[in-house]
């Protein structure tokens, strides 16, 4: 399965999970770096890139290029003559072709291209949130979506579909609608949500009721 993180959002607000030293980057960083997470793996076309949170490089030397989202960074370095990139929260700079040490940096993140893994070989769990800080990924019905368990997306809802019995019925609803890229899911009273936005443009909150997810695309 396409295993790519599509997580591409800007600012977020002050809420339960951010962090009193965030940068305006801060909903990206959290995706991929928040509840304790250290590593992880996202994929770019057909590229795989291991990443490490709070880790930055001691050699960076030529001029940082913007990227909105760790994967844009990434996608940056998406080439053989560049294995390694730095990201940072507080600005959003990519620095490439980096190539010395890692160093303790909050709010950086390292990325390293993978030449060996595949796409297929990132790791897929079943469409159900067992965790509220679960930071996985799953398939429904073909169609790869980054979960984020006990997180509630905005300050404002997305359009009700009504209720459904799971969150993997939620996330098929989006699955069969044009431009649905989003989707939560209230354990208590059942409702689905869906938006066409990525979910993170705006608050995002901890809720251990709600269960939400991200396509990736």
Same mark, same amino acid.
């Given at each position: 399965?396409?295993?790519?993180?599509?997580?591409?959002?800007?600012?977020?607000?002050?809420?339960?999970?951010?962090?009193?030293?965030?940068?305006?980057?801060?909903?990206?960083?959290?995706?991929?770096?928040?509840?304790?997470?250290?590593?992880?793996?996202?994929?770019?076309?057909?590229?795989?890139?291991?990443?490490?949170?709070?880790?930055?490089?001691?050699?960076?030397?030529?001029?940082?290029?913007?990227?909105?989202?760790?994967?844009?960074?990434?996608?940056?370095?998406?080439?053989?003559?560049?294995?390694?990139?730095?990201?940072?929260?507080?600005?959003?700079?990519?620095?490439?072709?980096?190539?010395?040490?890692?160093?303790?940096?909050?709010?950086?993140?390292?990325? /390293? &291209?993978?030449?060996?893994?595949? *796409? @297929? !070989?990132?790791?897929? #769990?079943?469409?159900?949130?067992?965790?509220?800080? =679960?930071?996985?990924?799953?398939?429904?019905?073909?169609?790869?979506?980054?979960?984020?368990?006990? /997180? &509630?997306?905005?300050?404002?809802? *997305? @359009? !009700?579909?009504?209720? #459904?019995?799971?969150?993997?019925?939620?996330?098929? =609803?989006?699955?069969?609608?044009?431009?649905?890229?989003?989707?939560?899911?209230?354990?208590?009273?059942?409702?689905?949500?869906?938006?066409?936005? @990525?979910?993170?443009?705006?608050?995002?909150?901890?809720?251990?009721?709600?269960?939400?997810?991200?396509?990736?695309?």
């Amino acid at each position: 399965m396409k295993a790519a993180f599509i997580i591409s959002a800007l600012g977020l607000a002050q809420s339960a999970i951010a962090t009193g030293n965030a940068g305006p980057y801060n909903s990206v960083y959290e995706q991929y770096c928040g509840h304790g997470q250290k590593q992880g793996t996202i994929t770019v076309g057909q590229s795989v890139f291991n990443y490490v949170c709070d880790t930055g490089n001691n050699a960076i030397s030529k001029g940082p290029v913007p990227a909105a989202s760790l994967e844009a960074c990434a996608n940056l370095c998406n080439n053989d003559s560049c294995d390694q990139a730095v990201w940072f929260r507080d600005n959003g700079n990519c620095w490439v072709s980096v190539t010395g040490s890692p160093i303790t940096v909050s709010g950086q993140i390292a990325i /390293t &291209r993978d030449p060996t893994a595949t *796409p @297929n !070989q990132c790791h897929s #769990v079943a469409p159900v949130c067992n965790n509220p800080n =679960t930071r996985q990924m799953t398939e429904v019905n073909g169609q790869g979506w980054f979960l984020a368990c006990g /997180t &509630r997306f905005g300050v404002v809802r *997305p @359009n !009700q579909t009504g209720r #459904v019995d799971s969150l993997e019925s939620c996330i098929e =609803t989006c699955n069969q609608r044009y431009g649905c890229r989003s989707v939560m899911w209230n354990r208590i009273d059942k409702y689905c949500y869906v938006g066409d936005k @990525n979910g993170l443009q705006g608050e995002v909150t901890q809720n251990a009721n709600i269960d939400a997810a991200i396509k990736i695309e």
